[in-house]
């Protein structure tokens, strides 16, 4: 799976957070992406988890602290 590069924005018009750079994302670390586990089921029917690469969904992919979330 390709990973994305940050985003400049995230997709909040004047978003005040968007403009500061002192504080990364404390959920991906200011990487922009992050990787939660998501429910697969097998061939048997058994539910297990997988991990996936995301673009962090907390900060937009920004890399950036946004509060509120």
Do not use: F, K
């Given at each position: 799976?390709?990973?994305?590069?940050?985003?400049?924005?995230?997709?909040?018009?004047?978003?005040?957070?968007?403009d500061?750079?002192?504080?990364?994302?404390?959920?991906?670390?200011g990487?922009?992406?992050?990787?939660?586990?998501?429910?697969?089921?097998?061939?048997?029917?058994?539910?297990?988890?997988?991990?996936?690469?995301?673009?962090?969904?907390?900060?937009?992919?920004?890399?950036?602290?946004?509060?509120?979330?």
């Amino acid at each position: 799976m390709p990973v994305e590069t940050l985003r400049a924005r995230c997709e909040v018009d004047g978003c005040e957070w968007c403009d500061r750079s002192d504080l990364p994302c404390r959920y991906c670390g200011g990487t922009g992406q992050w990787r939660p586990e998501r429910p697969r089921r097998d061939a048997a029917g058994v539910i297990g988890w997988i991990r996936v690469l995301e673009q962090c969904r907390m900060c937009g992919g920004t890399g950036r602290e946004h509060n509120p979330l």
